[in-house]
């Protein structure tokens, strides 16, 4: 059982940033690929970013292409989501999600996620 718990939202201006962690209790997540995904109300579930848990690739909604970047710190105990260049469309509640060796096309699939965090509102004022 892989328990994942998120941290870093709040509110932001329009044009500000956040940084989103996801960490795994007891764990590292360096075999897991790492998705990031949000919710807005009234909205259905949508991929946000991806890591994959072999050689780092990463991968992007086009919404959020170049002004979203996930990585993961060195020791592979938290993956982080810096959101830059913040719009109102981005609120939303963020989730992170792993699943162990998941790969391509995959990794942008909610569905194909195991384990999931309890979410973390990120909310962006105009």
């Known amino acids: 059982q892989v328990q994942l718990v998120e941290s870093g939202g709040g509110l932001v201006q329009t044009g500000g940033s956040l940084r989103l962690s996801c960490a795994a209790s007891?764990?590292?997540?360096?075999?897991?690929?790492m998705g990031w995904f949000r919710q807005a109300p009234g909205m259905e579930r949508e991929f946000v970013a991806a890591?994959?848990?072999?050689?780092?690739?990463?991968t992007y909604a086009d919404s959020v292409k170049g002004r979203f970047t996930i990585s993961r710190d060195n020791a592979k105990t938290t993956v982080s989501l810096q959101m830059n260049s913040l719009k109102s469309s981005d609120t939303a509640v963020y989730y992170c999600?792993?699943?162990?060796?998941?790969?391509?096309?995959?990794?942008?699939?909610?569905?194909?996620?195991?384990?999931w965090g309890q979410g973390t509102q990120v909310t962006v004022s105009s």
């Open positions: 999600a792993a699943n162990l060796y998941l790969e391509y096309p995959r990794i942008t699939r909610g569905y194909d996620y195991r384990y």
């Open positions: 007891g764990r590292t997540l360096s075999s897991y690929s």
């Open positions: 890591i994959a848990w072999n050689g780092g690739r990463t």
